[in-house]
């Protein structure tokens, strides 16, 4: 029984999930499990039709082509065909009825015990001989128990006489409750496993194409891009005003802020569109994709090099830059690889070894930039607090602490989301996994509000730039490595409040 569950759990776990809410086949091919060949077509969470909805199409669904917002929630096979070599096909003559059977078998993954049935020598999917009186099921088909609402739906699709294609009725399936549904093709002849399957599945939701996981992306994205847009206002309001205070690390911070606007929008409109074709057009995720990962890359070399006091303490990185660069192109490269197959490919199809391959670069390049980070900090702040830069000084404890709420922040959050898959192994919480991706969006946005109300522009915010005529930082050089040597005496110390 426990093996049983355990390769329920692999195959509901490597079901397939496509690029869009419409599942393309082409010549796919059939994989042996247990004693059964099954390709998987698709796994999305779906919300039920609505009560009008019900009333009006059915059981069976809407005929033709879904309307984009009728209420109707549906799994609807449209073109299926299933080939089988010539060599079975002639085995047959043109009068010999059906002569090979392909099921269709569609379940929640609650009924996910409904399907097969486990026995002292293994987890048997097909029914034999021995099993019929256990199971009531029909020998050489898919052992399933129904329920009495008739879910687990299962669709026999049948080769005729010599044939070599069989097709499958175009027919809708309408969902009359939320859940996690798995669609299975599943073959139990063994003459049959060099079978292919072409064509297509459409998975529509009450409101549109986009899966259930996803639905809440669009309101999230939408969200987010007017909050980008506000703190956009209100920083280049202030940008705007003060222009002739404005110093070099204010430049830097308003390109995230755009870059921001720009990768949240681009997302928004994404989904929007996935909402209303069923597909997601390679380009425009590709376009969102990239700007995210030249975002995150640049977010983290602000940190970096505001942690390093560039532009406040020091008038320039020296020969530290080019590691701050050759860090950015390896983080850049890395998190893009990562990033380009979790949206643009299908995350469910990897393999656990290709995710640990794409995750831990990333994973260990942003140890780096954090230690870096603090390393910094600590120097930055050892040197102000030499000097007497009481602003300054004040200014970096805020900055350090509240980068330190972030780290904590985000450690407790991986520890959640780890808690959170572990003890969901079959997705059951799949109407909350977007908050596990999206959260990071959210402490991002927090912690550039943060930066941007600490280096805001104000009239006197090149107090908090490097200034050789001020007297401050005379007497001070740069260094390898980026931090500042003394060469005199104590500059005076600094006093006065950003306004």
Same mark, same amino acid.
């Given at each position: 029984?426990?093996?049983?569950?355990?390769?329920?759990?692999?195959?509901?776990?490597?079901?397939?999930?496509?690029?869009?809410?419409?599942?393309?086949?082409?010549?796919?091919?059939?994989?042996?499990?247990?004693?059964?060949?099954?390709?998987?077509?698709?796994?999305?969470?779906?919300?039920?039709?609505?009560?009008?909805?019900?009333?009006?199409?059915?059981?069976?669904?809407?005929?033709?082509?879904?309307?984009?917002?009728?209420?109707?929630?549906?799994?609807?096979?449209?073109?299926?065909?299933?080939?089988?070599?010539?060599?079975?096909?002639?085995?047959?003559?043109?009068?010999? #009825?059906?002569?090979? =059977?392909?099921?269709?078998? @569609?379940?929640? &993954?609650?009924?996910?015990?409904? *399907?097969? +049935?486990?026995?002292?020598?293994?987890?048997?999917?097909?029914?034999?001989?021995?099993?019929?009186?256990?199971?009531?099921?029909?020998?050489?088909?898919?052992?399933?128990?129904?329920?009495?609402?008739?879910?687990?739906?299962?669709?026999?699709?049948?080769?005729?006489?010599?044939?070599?294609?069989?097709?499958?009725?175009?027919?809708?399936?309408?969902?009359?409750?939320?859940?996690?549904?798995?669609?299975?093709?599943?073959?139990?002849?063994?003459?049959?496993?060099?079978?292919?399957?072409?064509?297509?599945?459409?998975?529509?939701?009450?409101?549109?194409?986009?899966?259930?996981?996803?639905?809440?992306?669009?309101?999230?994205? #939408?969200?987010?891009? =007017?909050?980008?847009?506000? @703190?956009?206002? &209100?920083?280049?309001?202030?940008? *705007?005003? +003060?222009?002739?205070?404005?110093?070099?690390?204010?430049?830097?911070?308003?390109?995230?802020?755009?870059?921001?606007?720009?990768?949240?929008?681009?997302?928004?409109?994404?989904?929007?569109?996935?909402?209303?074709?069923?597909?997601?057009?390679?380009?425009?995720?590709?376009?969102?994709?990239?700007?995210?990962?030249?975002?995150?890359?640049?977010?983290?070399?602000?940190?970096?090099?505001?942690?390093?006091?560039?532009?406040?303490?020091?008038?320039?990185?020296?020969?530290?830059?080019?590691?701050?660069?050759?860090?950015?192109?390896?983080?850049?490269?890395?998190?893009?690889?990562?990033?380009?197959?979790?949206?643009?490919?299908?995350?469910?199809?990897?393999?656990?070894?290709?995710?640990?391959?794409? &995750?831990?670069?990333?994973?260990?390049?942003?140890?780096?930039?954090?230690?870096?980070?603090?390393?910094?900090?600590?120097?930055?702040?050892?040197?102000?607090?030499?000097?007497?830069?009481?602003?300054?000084?004040?200014?970096?404890?805020?900055?350090?602490?509240?980068?330190?709420?972030?780290?904590?922040?985000?450690?407790?959050?991986?520890?959640?989301?780890?808690?959170?898959?572990?003890?969901?192994?079959?997705?059951?919480?799949?109407?909350?996994?977007?908050?596990?991706?999206?959260?990071?969006?959210?402490?991002?946005?927090?912690?550039?509000?943060?930066?941007?109300?600490?280096?805001?522009?104000?009239?006197?915010?090149?107090?908090?730039?490097?200034?050789?005529?001020?007297?401050?930082?005379?007497?001070?050089?740069?260094?390898?490595?980026?931090?500042?040597?003394?060469?005199?005496?104590?500059?005076?110390?600094?006093?006065?409040?950003?306004?």
């Amino acid at each position: 029984m426990q093996s049983g569950k355990l390769l329920s759990a692999l195959l509901l776990g490597l079901c397939s999930s496509t690029l869009a809410a419409v599942h393309p086949y082409s010549q796919e091919l059939f994989y042996s499990v247990a004693d059964a060949y099954i390709y998987r077509g698709g796994r999305e969470g779906l919300y039920a039709s609505t009560k009008e909805a019900l009333e009006k199409w059915g059981n069976w669904g809407q005929p033709g082509a879904p309307a984009l917002d009728n209420g109707q929630s549906e799994i609807k096979f449209t073109k299926l065909e299933f080939s089988r070599p010539r060599s079975v096909a002639s085995q047959y003559g043109p009068d010999d #009825g059906y002569t090979g =059977l392909i099921q269709a078998v @569609l379940f929640e &993954v609650n009924d996910r015990d409904l *399907i097969g +049935h486990p026995t002292p020598g293994g987890y048997r999917y097909c029914c034999t001989k021995e099993l019929v009186p256990k199971t009531k099921c029909f020998q050489d088909r898919l052992i399933y128990q129904e329920k009495e609402d008739g879910w687990p739906k299962v669709v026999d699709i049948y080769f005729k006489d010599n044939d070599t294609v069989a097709f499958s009725w175009e027919e809708a399936i309408t969902i009359e409750e939320t859940g996690l549904y798995y669609l299975w093709f599943v073959i139990c002849d063994p003459e049959l496993s060099a079978a292919t399957v072409s064509g297509s599945t459409i998975w529509k939701n009450p409101t549109g194409f986009l899966p259930g996981m996803m639905l809440p992306h669009t309101r999230f994205f #939408g969200v987010m891009s =007017l909050a980008y847009l506000a @703190l956009g206002a &209100v920083w280049g309001g202030l940008y *705007i005003w +003060h222009w002739v205070e404005v110093f070099t690390l204010q430049h830097c911070i308003s390109g995230v802020i755009a870059l921001s606007m720009m990768e949240m929008s681009t997302w928004y409109f994404d989904y929007i569109n996935f909402n209303a074709t069923g597909y997601r057009p390679y380009v425009t995720t590709l376009y969102a994709v990239l700007l995210g990962c030249l975002r995150k890359t640049l977010s983290r070399l602000l940190v970096l090099i505001v942690a390093m006091g560039f532009g406040v303490v020091l008038p320039y990185l020296g020969a530290v830059q080019k590691k701050i660069i050759a860090l950015g192109v390896t983080y850049i490269v890395a998190v893009t690889a990562l990033d380009v197959v979790t949206n643009v490919g299908a995350i469910d199809d990897l393999t656990s070894t290709a995710r640990i391959v794409l &995750v831990l670069p990333v994973a260990v390049l942003d140890g780096i930039f954090i230690l870096w980070v603090f390393t910094s900090l600590s120097k930055t702040l050892a040197q102000l607090q030499t000097r007497r830069a009481g602003a300054k000084l004040d200014l970096y404890r805020r900055f350090t602490n509240t980068l330190a709420l972030m780290v904590w922040a985000s450690v407790a959050w991986i520890a959640y989301e780890m808690y959170f898959k572990v003890t969901d192994q079959y997705n059951l919480k799949w109407r909350w996994d977007w908050i596990t991706a999206d959260f990071w969006h959210v402490q991002n946005l927090f912690f550039l509000c943060i930066i941007c109300f600490l280096f805001r522009p104000s009239f006197n915010s090149t107090r908090y730039a490097y200034s050789e005529q001020e007297g401050e930082d005379a007497g001070y050089v740069t260094v390898e490595g980026g931090q500042a040597g003394r060469k005199g005496e104590d500059a005076e110390g600094e006093t006065g409040k950003l306004e």
